[in-house]
């Protein structure tokens, strides 16, 4: 086990955000909005979150990344989606999906894997339960909580990548991110994310942010999430964090004020790319 | 006056919704979505926001008790409750219904009435004016504020229970939680809560998932009210708050922090069971 | 440049508000609805979000002033704007027009500008690329940023208000609020509002509780824009602000406490009627 990614290349990426401040389209879900919207400020991007089908094209044209979230869904928001997703794909952006709750029912399923077929997905972020579910491989889900997958994680994020020719990350205790051949491991995190409601979508817009201004999907997505998580293990060593409340705060705050040096210096990524290897 | 709840009961109820888990599926407003996700995980349960009318039936199927919250209703909105709210009843699982701004509107007044009658509600939960529009006996509203009610109070939540055959919460300084025959008064609280949107939205939300996991609603109800109402009191006394931003951060710190030894030490309940007592 | 405003007029205004505690109605976005309905109960008014065609009216009849966001809007939610509109008209209780992100879309341009011809606007607040998109003097917006004006902010303010027959604010490190003849710089405020979403929607409806208790359109913006800078300043002051989590806290704090005496004494407000003044 060798860390081979370029830590130097993850500091600069997070540096380049913020001097760039790319435009973020959300196609997302009412409940996470406003954190969404916040914590794309923080990351360095503009949130945008128009859900008109007659703007969204239009609104594209300007954006740097699209986000799609499928959370809150409806038959006609999908078809929406289809729409920003082909103008951005016409126009070479990422789009990152965040397929909420698949695997809890049939439409969210259906949504997610329309939305991988018909549109080039640069990375998908899920729990365990909603990647085994969009790979058919066992995910398991109580509303949009995962509950497991029969599969082994790494496994499921390498077969996942090359199924769906995308970076696919996994979000739980360890994330995982796999483009279908690398495969790392972000060990930053802390349990205060999962007292609260939409860390997972919160983090799918970081991602969006670095992949904005990143060639690489891989090193974005491994990027965001090791400041994600080390943001939140920042706060959750703040003065005065005794709950989920005064957490949510710290972490925002820490999110915003995180420096490049400070990721350098602490981002625990494992490189778990050769299958043999164990951490 | 005596008080008659089993305070062992309640302090239990407490701790098994955070050991079970249970799905709580929301159909609710565009205004508190976020914060009643929040409180759901708080009080141990999962929350679900599902919106759409094609996939409820299926999401009930894994919900352990179902939330109506009429606040930014549609007549389209309406209709996709009465599904849910059929599969909900058709499951046996408890249907919470906050009729938000009934008797500020005729749409409103005519939704919750409408959900009354064609659904079996385990528990109702408004404030003075709300359950006094729907009952017929003179509530009186501001928007979503109550402007209060001709009724005395009492009388209210034992006949709006009779009447409408379901637990009945009138929140406010005390608390009122009757059905029909029974008639609790809870006392935890503090006017903090007043000074910020959603807080009986939430309320609502604690209700469902202590009901979720018990057999009898009243006890849950009231289990619910005196948690919550502790939790704002407790945060009230935090170091550090001097508003309305300070005090919610704190408010969802206790609630999610906030043990059944507390609970049972600290809830103040009176039993108003007997019509000729006084408080 | 002297400073002619009143500012005992001012100060009674804060107080006027939160005793009148008028009902402010909204159709506003998505994004901000929590932080805007918070925001009207700081400044002392009671929020209600109605989106329903089938409501707008009735509620319309017991509120005191109407905001109108196009911050995500749909073609649908622009014809529900126009017929709340009509009936705070007729009743002659002011509307408060925020035109999110004009400028960035033909949609939000156009409905902004069907707003403004339809309806009696009597205050239009935005940043500045979408005032000036509004009023055809070159606004650059990058989704709903403002990337800047060609015309002179001041200008662009007094011409504006001139063209629109309404009250004009332009919101930024000094904000210009001008009803075509007089024209005043608030100089409150302070950096970290620049890093949450949501703060110019949230200023609208300070905006909008003051307005709904006066008779000075001019000087209600003025008071409203001069208390919430204020509050934010105080906040920023605060101990333990060390980003955009615990400002947002420390700010709702300040802006449901700040006094009508902190406002009189610490308001800065330069007037800039003189159109041969410099500031």
């Given amino acids: 086990m060798t860390n081979t990614i370029d830590k130097v290349a993850m500091a600069d990426l997070l540096s380049i955000a913020r001097v760039m401040r ?79 709750g698949a695997g809890a029912t049939q439409l969210r399923t259906d949504a997610a894997l329309r939305l991988l077929r018909e549109l080039r997905i640069e990375v998908l972020r899920g729990n365990l339960g909603e990647i085994g579910a969009v790979s058919g491989m066992g995910g398991e889900m109580r509303g949009v909580e995962s509950i ?31 483009d279908g051949q690398r495969l790392y491991g972000v060990d930053n995190g802390h349990n205060w994310l999962t007292t609260l409601t939409g860390t997972g979508c919160m983090a799918t817009t970081a991602i969006a942010t670095c992949a904005a201004v990143a060639t690489d999907a891989l090193l974005a997505t491994t990027t965001a999430l090791a400041a994600y998580g080390l943001a939140a293990e920042r706060a959750a060593k703040t003065a005065g964090v005794h709950g989920p409340g005064s957490f949510k705060a710290a972490f925002f705050d820490q999110a915003y004020t995180l420096t490049s040096e400070q990721l350098y210096n602490h981002a625990r990524i494992v490189d778990l790319s050769d299958p043999t290897a164990t951490a």
Same sequence: chains 1, 2, 3.
């Avoid at 699209?66 to 078809?79: D, F, H, K, S």
């Avoid at 996942?160 to 970076?167: E, G």
């Fill in 148 to 178: 497991g997958s029969d599969a082994d994680p790494r496994t499921l994020a390498r077969e996942a990548a090359r199924s769906f020719k995308t970076v696919v990350a996994i979000t739980g205790p360890r994330d995982l991110i796999s």
């Fill in 22 to 100: 790319p435009l973020i389209h959300h196609l997302t879900n009412d409940v996470v909005m406003n954190d969404t919207a916040n914590m794309t400020l923080f990351f360095g991007g503009l949130p945008v979150m128009t859900a008109a089908r007659e703007e969204v094209v239009e609104m594209v044209q300007a954006a740097s990344a699209l986000v799609l979230n499928i959370g809150t869904l409806t038959p006609a928001q999908v078809e929406t989606m289809l729409i920003a997703g082909h103008a951005a794909n016409a126009r070479n952006i990422p789009i990152i999906l965040d397929p909420v």
